[in-house]
């Protein structure tokens, strides 16, 4: 197997947004092969900790590999991001000085076929899962699942407007034999869209990444763990969040102003008598994107979107 292959996206913006300082406590939710993790733990040396967690075993090994020079300072737990409370307890962490997540796909689990998660690689199995040891495939949800909750997951994780038509497709193909390959779904998309929508680039993204998201429950208590992980922060510790599709970022901006509103009683009530108090300074009004230079050299980081709050109480 080829080595972990992936370009942390806005790296310095990332850290930087952190405000990483020597002695901190950080929580990186999605170590990846470990790009950020590494250069938390640079600058928080000598004495700076991390937690970090991921689904993915080749993403473990690639970032405890790499992050080795600074062992005795980090632990990764092979874990959802979103079981952080748990996560942190194991490690006997109460609050925390930063936390990050970054939500993308890395170069190596698209471009390692066996994965399942391109829509270019015709031959591969339809996979698209994380965590390999879950249940739960690409295959299995295709080859299972009823017509109309494949088209509300299209619809609804993909927003692709012809859900209805690559739903009812997919069952008629399925019922002459299984779904096997990316390739097979591919034709099956393509088949469902009109010509004249074929042309706006690779017509099988909007549902690959529909169908990802459904398999690895991406979206599911998201908002409720943006929520809780902020207020996992010491005052002044601050939350640096990647995503990469309108979906995420939306429901991060949400949890953001949830955090940052003072009051959430009903208008029409003369007084405040739910006791909420602002929790947050959002850092960055509007997200932060690449810069051109980075586009060119990481085409993944052309649909990132950056966002940052500071802890205030």
Do not use: W
């Amino acid at each position: 197997m080829k080595d972990f292959a992936h370009i942390p996206v806005m790296l310095e913006e990332c850290i930087n947004g952190l405000n990483v300082k020597d002695g901190g406590v950080y929580f990186d939710g999605t170590v990846g092969g470990g790009g950020h993790s590494s250069e938390i733990l640079r600058r928080s040396s000598p004495t700076g900790r991390l937690v970090a967690t991921d689904l993915d075993d080749d993403a473990i090994a690639a970032a405890t590999k790499r992050l080795s020079d600074f062992n005795g300072r980090f632990k990764i737990y092979k874990s959802d991001y979103k079981n952080f409370e748990e996560v942190l307890a194991l490690d006997g962490v109460e609050s925390l000085d930063g936390a990050i997540l970054d939500f993308g796909v890395s170069s190596f689990q698209i471009d390692c076929e066996e994965r399942g998660f391109s829509y270019l690689k015709g031959e591969a199995p339809l996979d698209m899962r994380m965590n390999r040891s879950a249940t739960l495939t690409a295959e299995k949800l295709l080859n299972e699942y009823p017509q109309k909750q494949i088209a509300k997951i299209l619809r609804d994780y993909g927003e692709e407007k012809f859900a209805s038509q690559i739903a009812a497709n997919i069952v008629k193909a399925r019922n002459e034999k299984p779904l096997k390959t990316c390739g097979e779904l591919v034709k099956i998309i393509e088949d469902s869209i009109p010509a004249k929508f074929r042309q706006n680039g690779p017509c099988a993204r909007k549902s690959f990444q529909a169908i990802r998201i459904a398999v690895n429950g991406e979206l599911e208590g998201l908002y409720e763990c943006v929520l809780g992980l902020t207020r996992k922060l010491k005052k002044g510790g601050r939350i640096v969040i990647l995503t990469f599709h309108s979906l995420e970022d939306r429901i991060v901006k949400q949890a953001f102003r949830m955090l940052e509103c003072d009051c959430v009683c009903d208008k029409s009530l003369p007084v405040c008598v739910c006791g909420k108090q602002k929790e947050i300074e959002i850092i960055t009004k509007k997200p932060i994107t690449a810069s051109i230079k980075e586009m060119a050299v990481n085409s993944r980081s052309k649909c990132a979107k950056l966002r940052i709050a500071e802890k205030i109480i």
